[in-house]
């Protein structure tokens, strides 16, 4: 049976933004079931059931993280939607708010719902303009209809969304970074526990959740857990830490491909069919050489790994870091690797926040030397210096607070196990590139 | 004189109820000054702390965090153009769009054209892949950037 898109299905549609055409095509139908006839604790153990996992990158169940909440909470609970998509390569959300916001809200009403959430504050990256006002003026639709505010369908329930919009920062991208942007802070994430479940915006319990995890819990609700786990991929019985990757996902496609765009998919399409089928193969005539399968964080995938599939249990098995945000790069055969790990490295040592000396340091020296890499001035011991830094820093290790530090080592370390050749390659002929553009500072 | 306008403060009060802390306001404070004075001067610092009762410094800590802010001495012109030099733009040629715009426009990148109109800033991976190489034009995106897709929107900046 062919693939029916579900997240994807109202996008090409005239109109799609607007809650009438939603709500002609059953929109908030899915809110009404979770308000008339469901209590909150069974939205939850629907979700649970469905198996979804976050979409933000991390893969964390969305059921399980609902419940970590207190129990009887006096209240106020909030509810934060993290729309600071600022993974490099992925665009998935900004689709999904552009083109149908009232979906990605029924989510955030029903997974309020479900939570008790009383205030969701959707924390918007500032590069989204047309995202943040699209969904503004889908918000004031809902309080025009009474679908926002007190005493929603007279049910008692209550609820507002705010929109807020972040400063081009990626750091906000972490939950507890995002926490203390929205408190008006620097977004310095937090030491964890306390848990944001526990205490999180403004001292509060808080569940942070992707624009794309809530989207889906719309269709939950309305087609049940046992339909959500009809598509994608079963947990491997050989990862007893694997939760399954169910439901719909969807996969950006960019780099070198003749046609990249987004795709909606069942979680565990190969990264080769996902190239040949979908992105067009590699533009120009050329061969593959890379991929990176999740945005830059996750890591390396050769072209001899392509027939992993990519679901939240696959890239690992490669050694990358994980299915990340889905956003899928390919990188042709004529392109430098050298060139490739400078411009990742250069972002992350742009987007350290400077909390934790490791990262911030490890970054920056990453980058350093990444650079005489790339201006031909590398030495045969940097390859193995890189991976000496990229490996003493992140959670993993255990010397920083946040991800960021792990996603900054990960391509590095995945780049020289997977090309050292061509990495030595390079060091040995002295290879000069570098433009005058690089030696103007930008900031 | 208050350099904090009437409307900036109207829209700030209005926001209060939305959120349980007046320090929550910092953020769209900062956005409004910036929109309308394109810098943060230091006593828009002073006076917004005055309104969400904060300290000043509370205030600067979290502006100087953001890169996105301009101190006085480096305004933005009317118009901030990102050009985006993430990975998935700089396989499709944004180092070329780079030099293209800094050579047409006579800037480096970070400063403003002479005439005040544009501001030319490299982005971190803005979002809109699909469309690279691509640029934000203030808050909204230009995709598939060709050298006369530039030509066209610098005359349009600059009209």
Redesign the interface.
């Known amino acids: 049976m062919p693939f029916e898109p579900v997240l994807t299905a109202r996008i090409h549609k005239p109109n799609s933004h607007l809650l009438s055409t939603y709500r002609a095509d059953g929109g908030y139908g899915a809110f009404a079931k979770a308000i008339y006839d469901m209590t909150p604790e069974q939205v939850v153990d629907l979700v649970k059931a469905s198996g979804l996992r976050g979409r933000g990158g991390a893969g964390f169940p969305t059921g399980l993280k609902w419940s970590f909440l207190p129990k009887n909470h006096p209240g106020p609970i909030y509810m934060c939607i993290n729309a600071d998509e600022s993974e490099p390569c992925t665009f998935n959300n900004r689709v999904l708010m552009e083109k149908d916001p009232h979906q990605v809200l029924e989510g955030i009403m029903i997974s309020c719902y479900a939570t008790r959430a009383r205030v969701a504050y959707v924390y918007i990256r500032y590069e989204y303009g047309d995202a943040y006002r699209i969904m503004q003026a889908a918000i004031d639709e809902l309080y025009n209809a009474k679908l926002l505010g007190q005493n929603i369908e007279g049910r008692g329930f209550d609820l507002d969304i705010v929109m807020h919009r972040g400063a081009a920062a990626y750091i906000c991208g972490e939950e507890t970074g995002l926490i203390e942007s929205l408190e008006g802070k620097r977004a310095w994430p937090r030491i964890k526990p306390p848990f944001p479940a526990v205490e999180g915006v403004f001292r509060k319990p808080t569940v942070v959740n992707n624009v794309e995890t809530v989207a889906c819990v719309t269709h939950i609700v309305k087609h049940g857990a046992e339909w959500f786990k009809s598509m994608g991929v079963p947990p491997d019985p050989n990862n007893p830490r694997d939760a399954g990757s169910y439901g719909p996902k969807l996969y950006c496609i960019s780099g070198h491909v003749n046609k990249p765009g987004l795709v909606e998919l069942p979680l565990g399409v190969t990264a080769r069919e996902l190239l040949e089928v979908h992105g067009g193969g590699i533009w120009k005539g050329r061969k593959a050489k890379a991929c990176i399968p999740g945005g830059i964080s996750m890591g390396f995938m050769s072209e001899s790994e392509f027939d992993t599939p990519l679901d939240f249990n696959g890239p690992g098995r490669v050694k990358c870091l994980g299915l990340g945000t889905a956003a899928v790069t390919y990188i042709d055969d004529e392109t430098s690797m050298v060139d490739v790990l400078y411009n990742i490295a250069r972002f992350f040592a742009h987007e350290s926040c400077g909390q934790c000396t490791p990262c911030r340091e490890g970054t920056g020296w990453m980058l350093k030397i990444c650079e005489r890499l790339q201006r031909g001035q590398g030495r045969q011991e940097d390859l193995d210096l890189l991976v000496d830094v990229a490996d003493r820093i992140g959670i993993i290790p255990g010397t920083t607070i946040c991800g960021l530090a792990d996603g900054a080592g990960w391509p590095i370390k995945t780049a020289i196990r997977k090309f050292r050749a061509e990495f030595e390659r390079a060091i040995q002929t002295g290879r000069r590139n570098i433009r005058p553009l690089q030696l103007v500072g930008a900031h | 004189m208050a350099v904090l306008s009437e409307t900036v403060r109207q829209k700030l009060t209005d926001l209060m109820p939305?959120?349980?802390?007046k320090?929550?306001?910092?953020?769209?404070a900062?956005?409004m000054v910036q929109d309308e004075l394109r810098c943060v001067p230091l006593e828009a610092i002073r006076e917004i702390a005055d309104l969400?009762d904060l300290s000043p410094a509370?205030v600067y800590?979290?502006m100087s965090?953001?890169?996105?802010?301009r101190d006085p001495q480096h305004p933005l012109g009317k118009h901030r153009l990102?050009i985006c030099?993430?990975?998935?733009c700089?396989?499709?040629g944004a180092?070329d769009l780079?030099?293209y715009f800094?050579t047409k426009l006579g800037v480096?990148?970070?400063e403003t054209t002479s005439d005040g109109k544009i501001t030319l800033?490299?982005?971190?991976?803005?979002?809109?892949?699909?469309?690279?190489p691509c640029v934000?034009v203030?808050?909204?995106?230009r995709l598939n950037v060709t050298p006369e897709v530039a030509d066209q929107l610098i005359e349009e900046l600059r009209g």
């Open positions: 939305k959120y349980p802390t320090q929550a306001l910092t953020l769209p900062l956005h969400l509370e800590d979290t965090f953001y890169q996105f802010f990102w030099r993430s990975l998935a700089q396989l499709r180092d780079i030099e800094t480096h990148v970070t800033e490299t982005a971190e991976c803005i979002g809109a892949c699909e469309g690279a934000l203030n808050d909204t995106h």
